[in-house]
């Protein structure tokens, strides 16, 4: 059991009183709240370390470079895995955009990639952009319960599919990918096997498995500070693939018409990186591991269970997603049936779902102090394919607590749905 | 969940659906969340004479819909095309907070951008 309460009193914003209540922040999906612990290295960076990194030949420059390759390892022992195979970025959206730059020279017309029907656009439209160059994109559907269809993964890779690139976590359903089912089936073709990490590294434990070439995810979902993204990749792979842009920091020689590249992961961060946000990442890294993943993960198990069990009760509410906890994380997206507030109107090319709009739910919830967040979380191929228009969306970190969950049924239950 | 006038508007809108004549069509979603509205306009010399529409979306979206059109109808184009956006979201019969200006906006957006695609007179170019 985490001590919520005193978690709570490390979170700075938490302490807020919006029209004299407290809030109840239930969108860390989206992203998440920073302790104090984060908020003061960042600080304390800028007040006694703060230089240019790695070309400086002075003392300060030489402390700032060792904040930040610093920072490096302990994301690097996070994850299991070495530190040149850790490249900073700007966030996941960047990691994967890197990749489908520097991955294109190694397609060829005629090639595919392999994504699953549950991605965030952040991990489809850097794939998509591919399709211009004659290269076939494929989704992998899902089952009734929200899981990725396996036969169907099977069955759509082709020798042909170079890459497939997958969630470990759902952002909308919350389903947990089973990655080392999936890596092995990737390595049997011989695909470089990508995952998107944004929702899982913050919110259980991990360590790398083999299977995985490269994986991304976000500072600022796991209590960093915004506009720090890592970009995991095997050293190997790094070492072969050119890098995504170029200038400054990341070449080891310049002649007026050749260079050459720095060695990874300097090769894939040109010009001056974010420091205080690597520094960030790294205090935030250091607060989840005091707390444990694994007790992260169970606190989420037990509030996701709750917040099912009490949310079913509510006789008018669609939940998505799959309803067994171990194959689920804190992230629950559902809708509010209404016919009877619905329009009475029909009309030929309009497609009324009987559902009130996520907007307006949340809107309602807002007046409560409820934060949870509305329409369709950057996945409309989801959307579309679940046939509706957006959801509600509540999810659940380590500051969140039962009371939050009680705040949440308690506002859905002020909306008379007759 | 709003108002008796707001819900009642958007159970039973005045100016939904499609009319027999109409000279102008703007076909509009809104990006950030999936909104659609079709406004079907019958314009004679610069004047609104009817406009009607049809869509789904939240219901400030298509409130503000229908209170757009009762606000446009026998009006220039010339002056629906002015009208500020700021006075008719203050002027809307609920508090709209800024995360739904968008919401609110939204039959205002489309008409500019379609009246504005749409080569007429009162067309401000
Ligand atoms: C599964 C998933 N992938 C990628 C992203 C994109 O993350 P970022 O906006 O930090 O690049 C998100 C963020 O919501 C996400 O949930």
């Known amino acids: 059991m985490l001590d919520v309460g005193s978690i709570r009193r490390d979170f700075p914003i938490l302490q807020r009183k919006m029209d004299g209540k407290r809030i109840v922040y239930l969108d860390s999906t989206a992203t998440t709240q920073k302790p104090e612990s984060v908020i003061n290295a960042i600080a304390e960076f800028y007040r006694n370390y703060n230089a240019n990194v790695h070309r400086s030949v002075y003392k300060l420059g030489w402390e700032a470079t060792d904040c930040y390759e610093q920072a490096r390892k302990n994301v690097a022992d996070f994850i299991g895995v070495k530190s040149e195979e850790i490249v900073f970025t700007r966030n996941t959206t960047e990691s994967l955009n890197l990749l489908s730059y520097s991955l294109e020279g190694k397609l060829k017309k005629g090639d595919r990639i392999l994504i699953s029907s549950m991605e965030h656009h952040s991990n489809i439209l850097p794939w998509m952009r591919l399709e211009e160059r004659g290269i076939n994109l494929d989704y992998i559907n899902l089952t009734p319960e929200g899981f990725l269809d396996i036969e169907d993964f099977k069955s759509k890779i082709k020798k042909e599919t170079k890459i497939i690139s997958i969630t470990h976590q759902s952002n909308v359903l919350g389903t947990i990918n089973d990655i080392d089912t999936l890596s092995k089936i990737a390595k049997e073709n011989d695909s470089i096997f990508i995952v998107d990490g944004a929702q899982s590294i913050p919110h259980m434990p991990f360590k790398m498995i083999n299977g995985i070439d490269y994986m991304a995810f976000s500072g600022h979902k796991m209590l960093g500070p915004l506009g720090i993204g890592v970009l995991y990749g095997k050293y190997e792979n790094l070492s072969e693939l050119p890098p995504f842009q170029r200038g400054g920091e990341m070449i080891k020689e310049v002649d007026f018409h050749k260079v050459e590249f720095e060695d990874p992961p300097i090769k894939f961060e040109a010009g001056t990186p974010n420091v205080e946000g690597a520094v960030g990442l790294s205090a935030a890294i250091d607060y989840l591991k005091k707390i444990g993943m694994e007790n992260v993960r169970s606190h989420e198990k037990y509030l996701t269970r709750k917040a099912l069990d009490s949310l079913s009760t509510l006789k008018n509410i669609q939940i998505y997603g799959p309803r067994d906890t171990e194959k689920r994380g804190g992230v629950i997206s559902f809708n509010i049936r209404s016919e009877a507030i619905k329009r009475k109107i029909a009309s030929g090319n309009i497609h009324l779902d009987g559902l009130l709009h996520s907007h307006d739910v949340a809107s309602h919830l807002d007046e409560s102090n409820v934060f949870v967040r509305s329409g369709h979380h950057c996945a409309q191929p989801l959307m579309k394919y679940l046939n509706i228009k957006g959801t509600a969306r509540a999810s659940f970190y380590i500051y969140n607590d039962i009371d939050d969950i009680e705040a949440l049924v308690s506002g859905l239950e002020g909306i008379d749905v007759q | ?125």
Request: aromatic share 10%; with cysteine; charged share 30%.
């Open chain 2, 1 to 125: 969940m709003y108002n008796d006038e707001i819900m009642d508007r958007y159970q039973n809108p005045y100016y939904f659906g499609k009319p027999e004549r109409y000279s102008i069509v703007i076909d509009e979603a809104s990006t950030s969340c999936g909104d659609k509205i079709i406004l079907y306009i019958q314009e004679e010399n610069g004047v609104i004479k009817q406009i009607k529409f049809e869509g789904d979306g939240c219901i400030i979206s298509m409130v503000s819909t229908d209170l757009f059109c009762e606000k446009a109808t026998g009006r220039n184009i010339e002056e629906i095309m002015r009208i500020d956006e700021s006075d008719y979201v203050k002027n809307f019969p609920v508090e709209i907070t800024p995360g739904r200006l968008n919401c609110a906006l939204l039959p205002i957006r489309a008409f500019r951008r379609g009246v504005g695609r749409a080569n007429i007179p009162g067309n401000l170019k």
